[in-house]
């Protein structure tokens, strides 16, 4: 957390990401982070270098309409505006493992959705990531197919929706996270293909939210990217 004054307002800045590990949790059966020494002064050598193997959906991540559709846009095609919301917004709808947000629970907040270019979903599951991060990977809620087509009909202004969960969908009901991802990814409708935002931290008091940016690797043609999320208080 940062903070500092901008146009005579207090400015506070919040890192929702989280750091990049190699024992990060993650979906599972995908690959992890790959992190070692290329150089080391501890090894004699004059200078540090490190590299690192880092999976497109690992860790705090977005994915691109390109993740679910054929001809659909990669990090690099989209224009930097869709990696800012100048109207975020978060609603809170708590969950515990394997459970479903409905289209009524959605909805139950569409008054406060209004007008915003970014959904934020808060459901309390990040709890898990570090005390049980086999469950926070395997068996974590998940946006119902009915919800995600819920919010593409009813908020075109949206620009981006995420959850505090491994995905936006879960591993522990692959056929709804298929379906789920497909809707927000534009895969029946290009005309309606959303960033989606994973693995991340709302566990911050956010009642003053007044921007977000989420920030990829501009990896060329790439489908997602981890990326570095920052949250913009006043």
């Known amino acids: 957390l940062t903070s500092g004054r901008l146009d005579g307002r207090t400015q506070v800045f919040i890192r929702l990401s989280y750091d990049l590990a190699a024992d ?3 979906w599972p059966g995908n690959p992890k982070l790959e992190f070692h020494r290329h150089t080391s002064m501890d090894r004699g050598d004059i200078v540090n270098h490190t590299l690192f193997t880092l999976f497109t959906h690992f860790g705090s991540h977005l994915d ?12 690099t095609d989209l224009p930097i505006e869709r990696f800012i919301y100048l109207s975020p917004v978060v609603i809170d709808v708590p969950k515990g493992p394997r459970a479903f947000i409905t289209a009524a629970e959605i909805e139950a907040h569409s008054a406060a959705m209004v007008g915003k270019d970014c959904l934020l979903i808060r459901t309390g599951f990040s709890r898990y ?23 593409v009909d009813n908020f075109p202004q949206l620009k981006a929706i995420g959850m505090d969960c491994i995905s936006i969908a879960s591993p522990a009901m ?10 927000l990814c534009g895969y029946h409708d290009p005309t309606k293909s959303l960033i989606i935002l994973e693995d991340f931290n709302l566990d911050f008091d956010l009642s003053r939210l007044k921007r977000v940016y989420a920030l990829p690797l ?16 006043e």
């Not at 691109?64 to 990090?75: D, F, K, M």
């Open 174 to 183: 692959i056929d709804e996270a298929i379906a789920t991802h497909r809707i």
């Open 218 to 233: 501009f990896l060329k043609g790439a489908e997602g990217s981890p990326c570095t999320i920052v949250a913009e208080i």
């Open 24 to 26: 990060s949790p993650g």
């Open 64 to 75: 691109t309409p390109l993740h679910w559709q054929q001809n659909g846009e990669s990090v």
């Open 129 to 151: 990531r570090q005390s049980e991060p086999e469950t926070y990977s395997a068996q974590g809620p998940a946006l119902a197919p009915e919800a995600a087509q819920y919010v």
